[in-house]
């Protein structure tokens, strides 16, 4: 501003050093810095709106995937439900004490303590063990949640909306003694190999059987939180025997082209381009249907229980999948087990 002056002021004919102003100079003054001003300050009020959205959603993500974790969390351990409304659940859980979620009006309440607010909405969807939606508290084996939540001055442009599903730990009659062992769902850049690929290319997922008979995946599904998958065979048999294992992955061949797959492993593969929409790196729910549609092996991982280029592998196969304690990267980093026994 100071140089404006001089300039005005050396532009005045006749003026003197230390001169004063004119009443008209002062005007043009003003008027370009009242002009400067009108252009500035809005573009300085939008990205501070902007980083004001932005810090507003994800501090509504944090506080609701807290919450939801432990929703999540406790629903694992039911034994028995005794109400299966859209918004409301109870259930007993393996220390047979009742616990209750409910939508009231704006807040999720755990035992009539409020867990995460505002919420827009809350939806709970139960299904049987035969994959079909039910009412009927007795026959719940597994629970989709929705939930939509806002900041709580309500000035999101629009709520941030999570889904998960979950299956009981209760086991049903008759279920096949099949695990999910090994997810590389975060593979590494294979710069240095035969050529780039997509990442969803070189996903897999290992199976194993711990049971005493064998089993067969002919017509099964595999799905993630957001697309459904035939399983198809590769080569060979669907026929996971006794003590063995399969390999689930999207293309085979691109798959044997960055691993060494175990050959006593059956080759499993899908009628897509990806395992479900490609497995998440932040997380993902994955579920394995038999032929019926009935939920047969489910994990939902979280995206830091590993680096990018380790696989994580399951320590117990009988125990609980969706527990992080359950679960190891790899310690074979960039070979790992597909098709093998874990290194964990």
């Known amino acids: 501003m100071k140089d404006l002056y001089s300039w ?18 002062i005007v043009l003054v003003v008027a370009l810095f009242a002009l400067i001003v009108t252009t500035v300050v809005p573009l300085f009020k939008n990205l501070v ?25 406790e629903f694992k351990t039911a034994t028995a439900f005794t109400t299966a409304e859209p918004d409301k659940v109870e259930f007993k859980d393996w220390d047979d004490e009742d616990i209750e979620y409910e939508l009231d009006g704006t807040e999720l309440k755990r035992e009539g303590d409020v867990l995460v607010g505002p919420v827009d909405n ?54 096949f003694a099949l695990a999910i062992t090994e997810i590389n769902y975060n593979p590494p850049d294979f710069l240095k190999k035969k050529k780039p ?14 049971g005493d008979t064998e089993i067969d995946m002919e017509d099964w599904t595999i799905e993630d939180m957001n697309d459904s998958d035939t ?58 249907k038999d032929a019926d549609g009935r939920d047969v092996a489910s994990v939902t991982y979280e995206g830091g229980w590993s680096t990018k280029g380790n696989t994580i592998e399951r ?11 359950n679960w190891e990267a790899s310690d074979a980093h960039l070979t790992y087990t597909p098709g093998d026994e874990n290194t964990v």
């Open 122 to 175: 809350l939806h709970f969807t139960y299904y049987d063990n035969d994959g079909n939606e039910t009412t009927d508290a007795l026959c719940v084996y597994s629970v989709k949640v929705t939930m939509a939540v806002s900041d709580a001055e309500g000035k999101l442009s629009e709520p941030v909306t999570f889904t998960s599903r979950v299956t009981m730990r209760k086991d049903p009659t008759g279920s």
């Open 231 to 288: 399983i198809k065979k590769a080569v060979g048999t669907f026929i996971i025997p006794a003590g063995g294992y399969g390999l689930i992955a999207a293309k085979n061949h691109e798959v044997d082209t960055y691993y060494t797959v175990d050959p006593g492993a059956a080759r499993l593969e899908l009628d897509d381009q990806a395992i479900g929409d490609e497995l998440d790196d932040a997380g993902d729910t994955l579920t394995i």
């Open 315 to 325: 320590i117990d196969p009988e125990s609980d999948p969706s527990e992080e304690t």
């Open 49 to 73: 709106g902007t980083w004001e959205a932005q810090d507003r959603k994800l501090e509504a993500v944090q506080i609701s995937r807290v919450g939801l974790d432990k929703m999540i969390r």
């Open 197 to 210: 690929v997509a990442e969803q290319k070189v996903e897999w997922i290992e199976v194993y059987n711990y």
């Open 8 to 25: 005005i002021r050396r532009s005045r004919t006749g003026d003197k050093a230390g001169g004063g102003f004119t009443t008209l100079e």
